[in-house]
């Protein structure tokens, strides 16, 4: 299936919305991405991640932040500055911004005890053989530059271990991607994961399956996905999602030996 085609069932494809009271989110996120789509800065961004994934109906389930890789020969102190003007435009409050990075957290208004902040991330030194198109997103009427599902596939695999390493942290989210990407039969570009790990993808494979049974449990898996898809989806697929992954993962090591 093509990005932007109706899915089997009927309808399409588009970022879920698991919770009712995570529409004042949703909306809130699709506001900030539409205005940075509408900027001057838009040419300079390549929009990436989860939601990007969901948007371009590659990915079925909720996502929170906005992820972007950062076009090469840019100009951070541009970027910080239109940033900051849609943020004070759309009357988010800075609630956090890295020192060394293009890394932001945005408050909006919101009732007691519901979400009101959003994580926006710009990466620098990105793959070299990252890959990107023009894609039409239907839910805001915009047209973005975005990463290829090989780009997205390859990196989202390389993530899993590349978080643990960097930050000793593990998303249960990047788990349910991989999974997800498999059983859709999405190709992943081969020479990302070899730039980004210095290895075969057969050899890589062999470190990720052993990451994955050792390192993942139940509690990482709910921790994270719990509120990202809808309930009876959550209590299904948290049963399976370790195994199966494995299991496609010896698959395609199989597939790549031959």
């Known amino acids: 299936m093509e990005r932007g085609e109706k899915n089997p069932k009927g309808g399409r494809i588009s970022m879920i919305l698991p919770k009712r009271e995570d529409a004042l989110h949703k909306a809130q ?4 991405l539409t205005e940075i789509l509408d900027s001057p800065i838009s040419q300079s961004l390549y929009f990436k991640g989860g939601t990007a994934a969901a948007m371009a109906g590659s990915l079925d389930r909720f996502s929170l932040d ?3 890789d950062l076009k090469r020969g840019v100009n951070k102190i541009i970027i910080d500055k239109n940033l900051k003007l849609i943020f004070k435009n759309l009357g988010y409050e800075l609630k956090s911004q890295s020192k060394k990075t ?3 957290v945005v408050k909006y208004e919101a009732a007691k005890n519901l ?3 959003i994580k926006l991330s710009i990466f620098e030194n990105q793959p070299k053989t990252n890959l ?3 894609l039409y997103l239907k839910e805001i009427d915009r047209l973005c530059l975005i990463q290829t599902e090989g780009t997205m596939f390859a990196n989202k695999l390389v993530a ?5 390493k960097k930050r000793r942290v593990i998303a249960g989210r990047d788990l349910y991607d991989i999974h997800y990407f498999f059983l859709q039969g999405y190709r992943y570009s081969e020479v990302i994961i070899k730039e980004r790990t210095g290895k075969l993808p057969q050899k890589y494979f062999q470190e990720l399956i052993s990451f994955i049974e050792k390192k993942i449990s139940e509690k990482i898996i709910s921790q994270d996905l719990s509120f990202l898809l809808p309930y009876k989806k959550f209590i299904s697929i948290r049963k399976v999602i370790k195994k199966e992954t494995v299991m496609f993962l010896k ?3 199989k597939r790549l030996l031959v």
């Open 251 to 253: 698959d395609e090591i």
């Open 160 to 164: 899993l271990t590349d978080r643990y």
């Open 102 to 104: 293009l890394f932001y």
């Open 115 to 117: 979400r009101n902040t």
């Open 66 to 68: 906005l992820d972007f």
């Open 132 to 134: 990107y198109e023009p």
């Open 29 to 32: 996120l699709f506001r900030l």
